[in-house]
């Protein structure tokens, strides 16, 4: 059974350019959300897709914004790169069968660099 | 506000010897609590989690928390630490009021260290 996956690992762009991490849920799973994780700090929640809506946002921009897939499958895209911007991006699955209870599993994350 | 404090930056503890990486947290009502870990270049993977019922919960690799609702805290514990719990610990809460989608807040993380 696949995990959560991400791609791609690590990328490198330039302030101002647009960037679009990928990630695909766990097996079963139908909700996804996002989190930046900035060197040495916790990751922090950018948005939530559940229904191919964003139904939960965190504190970030509107240059950050997504995209979810009927396969459940989702985007992340940034507008507008800056150098705040350089992070480790997470994405998380859970299932809504489960309830509020249910476990956010993580995928391996995107490196972002931004020069 | 939800808020979620790890007090220790790094812990080191010698292999063998009990470990201890601690968790207070700040949320309205009772909370749903959650362990990861994080091991160099990865993603965070999952360790244990309370919700309800006994106080000390058990999860993965021989880790167990305990939830003290008067001191509002969640510490992870290992009766004997190994130098491969090497990596960076995260506790996270969510509230438990609200949608079924709830966000998760982490704190900073704490760096556990264990000397071979």
């Known amino acids: 059974d696949a995990g959560v996956t991400q791609s791609p690992t690590h990328l490198i762009k330039t302030r101002g350019q647009q960037v679009t991490l990928r990630c695909s849920p766990k097996s079963g799973h139908d909700t996804v959300s996002w989190y930046q994780q900035a060197l040495g700090q916790g990751p922090q929640f950018i948005f939530q897709?559940?229904?191919?809506?964003?139904?939960q946002r965190g504190n970030f921009p509107d240059r950050f914004s997504g995209h979810q897939f009927p396969n459940y499958s989702s985007e992340l895209n940034v507008n507008a790169l800056l150098l705040g911007d350089s992070a480790l991006y997470l994405c998380?699955?859970?299932?809504?069968?489960?309830?509020?209870?249910?476990?956010?599993?993580f995928g391996p994350g995107t490196r972002l660099t931004v020069l | 506000a939800q808020s979620v404090a790890q007090p220790e930056d790094q812990v080191n503890v010698a292999e063998g010897n009990p470990l201890t990486v601690k968790c207070t947290y700040s949320v309205s009502g009772n909370p749903y609590l959650f362990w990861y870990v994080q091991y160099p270049n990865r993603g965070l993977q999952f360790l244990l989690k309370?919700?309800?019922?006994?106080?000390l919960v058990k999860g993965s690799y021989g880790f167990e928390a305990e939830f003290n609702k008067s001191q509002t805290s969640f510490h992870l514990k290992k009766p004997s630490a190994l130098v491969s719990d090497s990596a960076l610990y995260f506790c996270?809460?969510?509230?438990?009021?609200?949608?079924?989608?709830?966000?998760?807040?982490f704190g900073r993380g704490t760096q556990l260290t264990v000397w071979p």
């Open positions: 996270a809460v969510r509230d438990r009021r609200g949608s079924t989608l709830g966000r998760l807040y």
């Open positions: 309370y919700i309800t019922g006994d106080n």
């Open positions: 998380a699955s859970s299932s809504t069968q489960a309830g509020i209870t249910d476990t956010q599993y």
């Open positions: 897709y559940y229904e191919e809506e964003e139904r």
